[in-house]
């Protein structure tokens, strides 16, 4: 919801310059619902729209024929998404959407959209977290995670995170669910699942939002260094964590006033991504950052990263103005753009089928 509330002033600030062409937008053209099964890969795009206005949406792509269909959740289940679509992660055959300002999380059938479970009763969520047959949920107003039975699609235990009033996203590494502590905050909290307690606490730089494991078991945090000490923002940093220990190998530290956002690591696990302004890539052993970017930006928002973990194809979001329809441009993995697609307001994040 913070993001929405930026991005409705930054609408003003940033003008629509040309986009970038990697063939016509392409049109809605195949049938709904689409056969089960039809097309095993396919790629959600959440778009979260604008705060208070309840325009989010859901966008599917089949890369292997191009074709788009826009507004999937409406048109399967006779009413709008919500308020401000936050993430989507799939488990166990259900695609879970978090909407954050609607304060709910839908559980839909990747293949025919419909909903078949609801999430309630947590303020503000943010990312959804699976470990077998348990969920946990984030909140950016809540001071702690929220444990959900996945059978039951009920809260049946929260995690307590005293001092730190905003949770983020997630990752799991053996009993550890390593949690990212955003706004106005500077820690990633370690929580043994097997006791549902915060162990320990890793210090970083101000305001620490996106994380991702890498193929050899290594935690990588995205600082934003804004907004989290008052009116000094502090430069944003990008750290190589050891799982398993919870201890920093590295930080890399921006420049400042630099704004990376959309970590996400490579299909094969050894390389990361991110933006910053340009879209940037680096190895996992990497000891310093890149020098060059390896997709320039052109007069574009580039908003929201995702990497497709089988084929390595990237997909950019593009908010354009944060009012009309984003755009996404997929490239493969070595750089060439591919497709262009005209989706929801602004979209932020990639779930793979």
Request: with cysteine; charged share 20%.
């Given at each position: 919801?913070?993001?929405?509330?930026?991005?409705?002033?930054?609408?003003?600030?940033?003008?629509?310059?040309?986009?970038?062409?990697?063939?016509?937008?392409?049109?809605?053209?195949?049938?709904?619902?689409?056969?089960?099964?039809?097309?095993?890969?396919?790629?959600?795009?959440?778009?979260?729209?604008?705060?208070?206005?309840?325009?989010?949406?859901?966008?599917?792509?089949?890369?292997?024929?191009?074709?788009?269909?826009?507004?999937?959740?409406?048109?399967?289940?006779?009413?709008?998404?919500?308020?401000?679509?936050?993430?989507?992660?799939?488990?166990?055959?259900?695609?879970?959407?978090?909407?954050?300002?609607?304060?709910?999380?839908?559980?839909?059938?990747?293949?025919?959209?419909?909903?078949?479970?609801?999430?309630?009763?947590?303020?503000?969520?943010?990312?959804?977290?699976?470990?077998?047959?348990?969920?946990?949920?984030?909140?950016?107003?809540?001071?702690?995670?929220?444990?959900?039975?996945?059978?039951?699609?009920?809260?049946?235990?929260?995690?307590?995170?005293?001092?730190?009033?905003?949770t983020e996203q997630m990752a799991i590494w053996g009993d550890t669910?390593?949690?990212?502590?955003?706004?106005?905050?500077?820690?990633?909290?370690?929580?043994?699942?097997?006791?549902?307690?915060?162990?320990?606490?890793?210090?970083?730089?101000?305001?620490?939002?996106?994380?991702?494991?890498?193929?050899?078991?290594?935690?990588?945090?995205?600082?934003?260094?804004?907004?989290?000490?008052?009116?000094?923002?502090?430069?944003?940093?990008?750290?190589?964590?050891?799982?398993?220990?919870?201890?920093?190998?590295?930080?890399?530290?921006?420049?400042?006033?630099?704004?990376?956002?959309?970590?996400?690591?490579?299909?094969?696990?050894?390389?990361?991504?991110?933006?910053?302004?340009?879209?940037?890539?680096?190895?996992?052993?990497?000891?310093?950052?890149?020098?060059?970017?390896?997709?320039?930006?052109?007069?574009?928002?580039?908003?929201?990263?995702g990497v497709d973990p089988r084929r390595g194809d990237i997909y950019?979001?593009?908010?354009?103005?944060?009012?009309?329809?984003?755009?996404?441009?997929?490239?493969?993995?070595?750089?060439?753009?591919?497709?262009?697609?005209?989706?929801?307001?602004?979209?932020?994040?990639?779930?793979?089928?």
């Open positions: 919801m913070k993001t929405a509330v930026r991005a409705l002033l930054c609408g003003a600030v940033f003008s629509v310059g040309g986009c970038m062409k990697y063939g016509p937008v392409p049109e809605e053209h195949f049938s709904y619902p689409m056969p089960p099964g039809e097309e095993p890969e396919g790629v959600f795009i959440v778009c979260e729209g604008n705060f208070m206005y309840g325009n989010a949406s859901l966008s599917f792509y089949l890369p292997s024929s191009g074709e788009l269909q826009n507004e999937v959740f409406a048109r399967a289940n006779g009413m709008k998404l919500g308020d401000v679509a936050q993430s989507m992660t799939i488990h166990d055959g259900t695609a879970y959407i978090v909407v954050n300002n609607s304060g709910i999380v839908f559980g839909i059938d990747p293949e025919t959209f419909r909903i078949e479970r609801v999430i309630r009763g947590i303020g503000s969520p943010r990312y959804i977290c699976f470990n077998d047959s348990v969920a946990y949920v984030t909140s950016l107003y809540e001071p702690r995670i929220a444990v959900v039975d996945v059978a039951t699609a009920a809260v049946a235990d929260y995690i307590e995170t005293p001092d730190h009033t905003s669910l390593y949690v990212s502590c955003w706004s106005y905050d500077d820690a990633v909290l370690m929580v043994d699942l097997t006791s549902g307690e915060v162990v320990g606490e890793i210090g970083v730089r101000s305001q620490p939002r996106q994380i991702a494991l890498d193929g050899d078991g290594r935690l990588w945090v995205l600082t934003d260094g804004g907004y989290g000490e008052g009116s000094s923002p502090k430069p944003p940093a990008l750290y190589r964590i050891d799982a398993a220990s919870g201890s920093i190998e590295r930080e890399f530290v921006f420049r400042m006033g630099d704004t990376p956002r959309g970590l996400a690591v490579g299909a094969g696990g050894d390389t990361v991504y991110f933006l910053n302004g340009d879209v940037w890539r680096m190895d996992t052993d990497a000891e310093e950052l890149p020098r060059e970017p390896f997709i320039p930006a052109s007069n574009t928002i580039y908003y929201a990263l950019v979001g593009d908010a354009i103005d944060y009012q009309q329809q984003g755009v996404v441009y997929r490239f493969s993995a070595d750089g060439r753009g591919l497709d262009t697609l005209r989706v929801g307001i602004i979209p932020t994040d990639f779930c793979f089928r």
